[in-house]
């Protein structure tokens, strides 16, 4: 941020009175130009037949990690709702039709200030194809999961989590809601011996 | 927004290419400026001693809502978690020291671009004092709750909702994680006769 987005002058980086953090201020018209984390949100779609589980990945077609696999999602927009965004997520980059379950994960990615969640969903039907933001849209059993090419961590941990889940589910339990904060970067590639 | 807080030009309203959407976007340079949901985030601190529970509430100290109460709270900064908001804010507004617990509610306020949540919190003792956003603060048993001068829905809805866990908890069982829309505004004053 270099100019007032109200007055056009330039902004210096200041702490308010009041306030114990340096924030965008501008000295001609007095505007302080907070900046807050923003929601990424998405699903965990599951398709469910003959006792195999299969879950909805997309592949980016976007920067950064184009090429890699992901769960749907993306940034929520004013004036919906967390469940609405993770809906409207999945159908753009997924053309998936979805029954949503209950929120699964909250994971904080502080260090991109970022807060991603990841709702339960169940697909409706096999009509998914992929979106503008994807090369492709497969379906994967747990073993198949492209776990070495995953586009973020919160993808890996909600996919593990899930998984972790599942296996409870399987033996009567249910699924439960995980919160988690990720410090560390995508695991690095395994380096040969 | 009136200007482009990138070069200072004046901002226009329209659909980019490849969106579906209108954004402030600046016809010199192209960049586009996304505005999205912010979180506001607080805890519910209880006290419990010999089978009574009481919860902390601050009396607002600053607008929207001045003197009336509310659950420590607000918005989330660049660079924490959900979790360190949350005492962060505790500790601004009650001067309160607490344990965190679990998430307990995720409350969207899609007509204001809110989302708000609140952790579960055990006071770790009672030296708490009003910080400068707020007029007073003190321990409230269920039915000593001022609901009717609460400052928002979400406060309502997650007193609410922690009261009715807190039976289920008395008879064995365990706080929950709720997520609920607050379409609605605050409850009106009863009408006088």
């Known amino acids: 941020m270099k100019f007032c987005s109200e007055c056009a002058h330039p902004v210096t980086v200041a702490i308010p009175e009041g306030d114990n953090r340096p924030r965008y201020v501008c000295t001609q018209c007095g505007t302080i130009h907070y900046q807050n984390p923003k929601m990424v949100i998405g699903t965990i779609p599951v398709w469910e037949q003959d006792g195999e589980l299969k879950v909805l990945l997309c592949k980016r077609a976007i920067e950064p990690r184009y090429g890699y696999w992901t769960l749907p999602a993306g940034f929520m927009e004013n004036e919906e709702t967390t469940g609405q965004a993770a809906m409207r997520e999945t159908e753009e980059e997924a053309g998936a039709n979805v029954a949503l379950g209950e929120l699964f994960t909250l994971l904080n990615v502080a260090h991109v200030h970022q807060v991603h969640l990841f709702y339960l969903a169940r697909l409706l039907d096999l009509d998914y194809e992929a979106g503008v933001e994807s090369l492709d849209v497969q379906m994967f059993a747990e073993h198949e999961i492209p776990w070495d090419d995953l586009a973020f961590p919160t993808i890996r941990t909600t996919l593990e989590l899930f998984f972790a889940d599942r296996r409870k589910v399987l033996e009567g339990g249910s699924y ?15 380096e040969p011996d």
């Open 176 to 190: 439960g809601f995980h919160g988690r904060d990720i410090t560390k970067p995508m695991r690095a590639p395994v």
